[in-house]
């Protein structure tokens, strides 16, 4: 993610601070400042910290049960509006899925409960909460962590509720059906919370947006998944399309550019092996800064993984989403280049299977 700083890690998790989470640290400081003074100033950044604090362990309680089940966290970003836990893969395993997402409302549930616990043993004689700051701030951070347990809890994606939904609803109903369901509550969700927003707290419509958003998201991207499923890479792979070669400039991929509606060229060297991919945004980019006749093996992605043409497009899908790629490239048994599967091309096998009423009944 952008404009975040990493300040540290655990056990293979980088943590990165969101450079909008600095600023507002400085906005609470400088406003109890204003209000209260140093003292005060102090007891706001201390508050929001522990309260970030929690948010991190809650993002954790996510990376350590996706460690059961093998999926990898490469980082957690805390930003102003929560943590956000990048996990590699979200696991289709309703029972998985449920774990992974209860795990971090359960972070903050024990948070509360040891907090609860300290509040209610014996108080040093004579604090009240009045002359004991610290018990004051002990008693909010505990509401504070019940709080993030209720609101993560929403029936809402990308709220982990969301996920418990969906999980719960796949089990009778299949992945994408119970996603679409869920996505659908979490919209009518969001739309509440809106609402709410506009009489009440303003937070709340920035919120509302956020989840509507990743609701319509999260359904797209199970529904092209589950229409792939059952289907051979062989089915959907562009096969016809302008190379470049290793030897070629710059210049030769522009004309190319022109003369075809392609917008990503693979790079095949004599032995029909593909060796990178340059899109349109490359092409520009060299174009510019290293003109006409630089050599386009130095402005291509060389990092673009290939696949089997009978492997299924589930899996083409998933290295494409997973990597941000341009294109994935379809070998045969030899590794010589066969074809092509691009965003594109499998948004456009989308609509086609959208359209074939025998294959939407073969949806439900
Ligand atoms: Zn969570």
Do not use: C
């Not at 399309?241 to 290793?246: I, V």
Request: proline letters at 5%; glycine letters at 12%; charged letters at 15%.
């Amino acid at each position: 993610m952008g404009w975040s700083i990493p300040i540290g890690s655990v056990k293979g998790t980088e943590i990165r601070i969101h450079l909008t989470f600095l600023l507002l640290l400085a906005w609470i400081g400088i406003a109890h400042y204003v209000e209260g003074g140093a003292q005060a100033a102090l007891e706001g950044v201390v508050f929001i910290s522990l309260l970030f604090l929690s948010v991190l362990l809650h993002e954790f309680g996510h990376v350590f049960a996706a460690r059961r089940y093998g999926v990898q966290t490469p980082d957690v970003t805390l930003l102003p509006i929560g943590g956000v836990a990048r996990l590699e893969r979200i696991p289709e395993e309703p029972g998985q899925e449920l774990v992974v997402a209860l795990a971090g409302p359960a972070v903050n549930i024990v948070i509360a409960g040891v907090l609860f616990l300290l509040l209610a043993g014996p108080m040093p004689a004579g604090s009240t909460e009045v002359q004991n700051p610290g018990v004051g701030m002990v008693a909010r951070l505990a509401t504070a962590n019940l709080f993030l347990a209720v609101f993560n809890l929403l029936p809402a994606f990308p709220m982990d509720g969301g996920r418990v939904l969906r999980a719960l609803l796949a089990r009778r109903m299949g992945y994408a059906r119970g996603t679409q369901v869920a996505a659908s509550v979490g919209q009518f969700v969001a739309f509440g919370l809106g609402l709410l927003g506009l009489f009440g707290n303003p937070i709340l419509i920035f919120i509302a947006l956020f989840v509507y958003l990743g609701a319509a998201s999260e359904s797209h991207a199970v529904q092209l998944r589950d229409a792939a499923r059952g289907m051979i890479v062989d089915d959907a792979m562009v096969t016809e399309f302008q190379t470049l070669s290793p030897s070629s400039t710059i210049e030769n991929a522009v004309d190319a550019l022109i003369r075809t509606t392609q917008h990503e060229f693979p790079v095949v060297d004599g032995a029909g092996r593909l060796r990178g991919v340059l899109t349109r945004e490359d092409m520009i980019r060299a174009l510019r800064e290293r003109g006409p006749d630089a050599p386009v093996i130095e402005a291509m992605r060389a990092d673009i993984p290939v696949i089997h043409h009978r492997r299924g497009l589930d899996e083409a899908l998933r290295i494409l989403q997973e990597g941000r790629l341009p294109a994935v490239g379809v070998t045969d048994g030899a590794g010589r280049l066969l074809g092509l599967v691009t965003p594109e091309n499998i948004g456009e096998m989308m609509m086609i299977h959208g359209a074939r009423p025998v294959q939407r009944a073969g949806l439900r």
